[in-house]
T-cell receptor
Framework: EPEVTQTPSHQVTQMGQEVILRCVPISNHLYFYWYRQILGQKVEFLVSFYNNEISEKSEIFDDQFSVERPDGSNFTLKIRSTKLEDSAMYFC??????????FGSGTQLSVL | QKEVEQNSGPLSVPEGAIASLNCTYSDRGSQSFFWYRQYSGKSPELIMSIYSNGDKEDGRFTAQLNKASQYVSLLIRDSQPSDSATYLCAVNRSGGSNYKLTFGKGTLLTVNP
């Protein structure tokens, strides 16, 4: 089965630093997403991206967050100035229209 | 605020039994409904999707939807130890392509050999 690939699997950073989480969605998929899950909490929607622009974002996705599709294969999430409360597992996902949503294996972000 | 509620469990069943997982949602505009399985430290994996009232069966899994009661359930027949995981209910207001899913906190299922 095709896979969504995320790198790195673990990221440790200091509070206030910028981090970039990387994802390679499934090649023929058109819709891309970031979700996050704080330890012991719900999986939360952050942002959806289609046709090179954000289609929807949650209240969590404030000005410190941004997404980009810098080339034909990668999809990135940038957190500009990390806070302790940004520590979470971040999942990238992609879908081909209304079909199944595929999640990547996640990046565990730890902000110290 | 749109909410998805699940009993957090743990739900413990013996091997071979039926496990019944329940979910309620607050947004009457929800169009599509999903059950995901999540092993500890792993990503959610889609088990079932359901879009219209009634039952939908796939192998050992049956999803049930009642939009009037805002209720979704998942039955797992002939439960196996490998089914031990957290089961996440998720709903989507859009019936189309945008997967802005609202997840419940999940029910931890333990299947005892």
């Amino acid at each position: 089965e095709p896979e969504v690939t995320q790198t790195p699997s673990h990221q440790v950073t200091q509070m206030g630093q910028e981090v970039i989480l990387r994802c390679v969605p499934i090649s023929n998929h058109l819709y891309f997403y970031w979700y996050r899950q704080i330890l012991g909490q719900k999986v939360e929607f952050l942002v959806s991206f289609y046709n090179n622009e954000i289609s929807e974002k949650s209240e969590i996705f404030d000005d410190q967050f941004s997404v980009e599709r810098p080339d034909g294969s990668n999809f990135t999430l940038k957190i500009r100035s990390t806070k302790l409360e940004d520590s979470a597992m971040y999942f990238c996902a992609s879908s081909e229209g209304a079909q199944k949503l595929f999640f990547g294996s996640g990046t565990q972000l730890s902000v110290l | 605020q749109k909410e998805v509620e699940q009993n957090s469990g743990p739900l413990s069943v013996p091997e071979g039994a039926i496990a019944s997982l329940n979910c309620t949602y607050s947004d009457r505009g929800s169009q599509s409904f999903f059950w995901y399985r999540q092993y500890s430290g792993k990503s959610p994996e889609l088990i079932m999707s359901i879009y219209s009232n009634g039952d939908k069966e796939d192998g050992r899994f049956t999803a049930q939807l009642n939009k009037a009661s805002q209720y979704v359930s998942l039955l797992i027949r002939d439960s196996q130890p490998s089914d031990s995981a957290t089961y996440l209910c998720a709903v989507n207001r859009s019936g189309g392509s945008n997967y802005k899913l609202t997840f419940g906190k999940g029910t931890l299922l333990t299947v005892n050999p």
